[in-house]
């Protein structure tokens, strides 16, 4: 197991060592960053310690309570190491951080890709009473976790559906049942390569699945009657299809959402991540990448 405190202090050690003490001793700063980085690399690696123990002990989910997050969740704590990031609240800071800078109260806000809930929860309480989270999940195993996790927070703002937002020509995908990852059924509306994943699906029964029905945004707001202020994304790569199905509403509907999603580079063929830059420039938008994730802004139309 890789340890990312081991590279960082070999990092340190590398190079002119006399010369980057000397640093430190002018620049007491740095020193109190090396110690951040140090106590940040050394809880990474503990967590990642406590994934493999409940993975190779196969450890039943439970209610956890997520101190650092200030909620209750129901985690599956076998399932590896961002569900047990998830359980000390370290899973995604950066995300956290974004949607409280842009999440107001009154918000409507979509969420492709609701997962086990956690950024659900945060969503709603940003929103408030006068506002409405969306939080699509189509994978039947995670949708029953965030369900789960929704009541346990009390949140009556929330409407959890079980469906796929895909291209208007799908009507249905399917999951496998045995698997513990969506990859099946998002090979599905995708096309891309997961053999990447094929590890997390091993010996997984293609026999056994579960149909989803899907929908389009734009058919889902409609249906709805609603529009949206954010639409946050983390789909696996499915985000293409979306966007393509919303272009007419980013670039001139009469309330462009901002959008805040996560970027999939290694599922993508070549150029499309740079394809994604230029979508949202020809739609006036302004972005700025945020760790894995991209942050698109509308800009004012002339």
């Given at each position: 197991?890789?340890?990312?405190?081991?590279?960082?202090?070999?990092?340190?050690?590398?190079?002119?060592?006399?010369?980057k003490i000397?640093?430190r001793?002018?620049?007491?700063?740095?020193?109190?960053?090396?110690?951040?980085?140090l106590?940040?690399d050394?809880?990474?690696?503990?967590i990642?310690?406590?994934a493999a123990y409940?993975?190779?002990?196969?450890?039943p989910?439970?209610?956890f309570?997520?101190?650092?997050?200030?909620?209750?969740m129901?985690?599956?704590i076998?399932?590896?190491?961002?569900?047990?990031?998830?359980r000390f609240?370290?899973f995604?800071?950066?995300?956290?951080?974004?949607l409280d800078?842009?999440?107001?109260?009154?918000f409507?806000?979509?969420?492709?890709?609701?997962?086990?809930?956690?950024?659900?929860?945060?969503?709603?309480?940003l929103?408030?009473?006068?506002?409405?989270?969306?939080?699509?999940?189509?994978?039947p195993?995670?949708?029953?976790?965030?369900?789960?996790?929704?009541?346990?927070?009390?949140?009556?703002?929330?409407?959890?559906l079980?469906?796929?937002?895909a291209?208007?020509?799908?009507?249905?995908?399917?999951?496998?049942?045995?698997?513990?990852?969506?990859?099946?059924?998002?090979?599905?509306?995708?096309?891309?390569?997961y053999?990447?994943?094929?590890e997390?699906?091993?010996?997984?029964?293609?026999h056994?699945?579960?149909?989803?029905?899907?929908?389009?945004?734009?058919?889902?707001?409609?249906?709805?009657?609603?529009a949206?202020?954010?639409?946050?994304?983390d789909?696996?790569?499915?985000?293409?299809?979306?966007?393509?199905?919303?272009?007419?509403?980013?670039?001139?509907g009469?309330?462009?959402p901002?959008?805040?999603f996560?970027l999939?580079p290694g599922?993508?063929p070549?150029?499309?991540?740079?394809?994604?830059?230029?979508?949202?420039?020809?739609?006036?938008?302004?972005?700025?990448?945020?760790?894995?994730?991209?942050?698109?802004?509308?800009q004012?139309q002339p």
């Amino acid at each position: 197991m890789k340890s990312n405190i081991s590279r960082s202090l070999r990092s340190m050690g590398a190079g002119h060592l006399i010369r980057k003490i000397l640093r430190r001793l002018v620049d007491p700063g740095l020193v109190a960053k090396d110690v951040r980085r140090l106590v940040i690399d050394l809880r990474t690696d503990l967590i990642r310690l406590y994934a493999a123990y409940h993975q190779q002990r196969k450890t039943p989910g439970r209610v956890f309570r997520i101190r650092r997050r200030d909620c209750r969740m129901w985690l599956p704590i076998s399932y590896g190491e961002t569900v047990a990031q998830r359980r000390f609240g370290t899973f995604e800071p950066w995300t956290f951080d974004t949607l409280d800078r842009i999440v107001r109260p009154g918000f409507v806000v979509v969420e492709l890709g609701a997962c086990y809930g956690a950024f659900t929860i945060h969503l709603s309480r940003l929103v408030g009473p006068t506002g409405r989270v969306y939080g699509f999940e189509p994978f039947p195993k995670y949708f029953e976790i965030a369900e789960r996790n929704v009541a346990l927070n009390a949140l009556a703002n929330v409407r959890l559906l079980n469906q796929a937002v895909a291209s208007p020509s799908m009507t249905s995908v399917d999951f496998s049942a045995e698997s513990i990852t969506p990859y099946s059924g998002v090979q599905q509306m995708t096309g891309f390569d997961y053999s990447v994943r094929s590890e997390d699906i091993k010996g997984v029964n293609d026999h056994s699945r579960v149909t989803v029905r899907c929908v389009s945004l734009l058919e889902f707001l409609h249906n709805a009657q609603c529009a949206m202020d954010l639409l946050v994304m983390d789909i696996e790569g499915c985000e293409i299809e979306v966007l393509k199905n919303i272009r007419s509403l980013l670039c001139g509907g009469p309330k462009r959402p901002v959008v805040f999603f996560e970027l999939h580079p290694g599922f993508y063929p070549s150029g499309t991540e740079a394809s994604l830059y230029r979508f949202f420039e020809e739609c006036g938008y302004a972005t700025e990448r945020i760790s894995s994730h991209l942050l698109c802004t509308p800009q004012p139309q002339p």
